[in-house]
Nanobody, 115 residues
Framework: QVQLVESGGGWVRPGGSLNLSCAAS????????MGWYRQAPGKQRELLAT???????NYADSAKGRFTLSRDNAKNTMYLQMNNLQPEDTAVYYC?????????WGQGTQVTVSS
């Protein structure tokens, strides 16, 4: 069983930045696939960025150039640095992990971008 807890969301003006955190209850060095998703109101959940096979990363087009994925295995935490946020980035942001053949999700953290 893996618990994932997101934090770092909030309200920011257009052009602002946020750094989201996802703390895992197990060693993140043992998780091969771990990433960030988001779901805006009335829309499907979409992939933003994910680690695939430990240190390799994959970014969705909507995240390339503005979002940076990283993790600190010493703290068992994954991060998503988000820059130049726009109103269309408003959504609930979720952390996901695949471990031992099972899928785990965090509870989500709200990001609101408005002036």
């Amino acid at each position: 069983q893996v618990q994932l807890v997101e934090s770092g969301g909030g309200w920011v003006r257009p052009g602002g930045s946020l750094n989201l955190s996802c703390a895992a209850s197990i060693s993140t060095s043992s998780i091969n696939v771990m990433g960030w998703y988001r779901q805006a109101p009335g829309k499907q959940r979409e992939l933003l960025a994910t680690f695939i096979i430990r240190h390799m990363t994959n970014y969705a087009d909507s995240a390339k150039g503005r979002f940076t994925l990283s993790r600190d295995n010493a703290k068992n935490t994954m991060y998503l640095q988000m820059n130049n946020l726009q109103p269309e980035d408003t959504a609930v942001y979720y952390c996901r992990a695949l471990w031992a053949g099972h899928e785990y999700w965090g509870q989500g953290t709200q990001v609101t971008v408005s002036s």
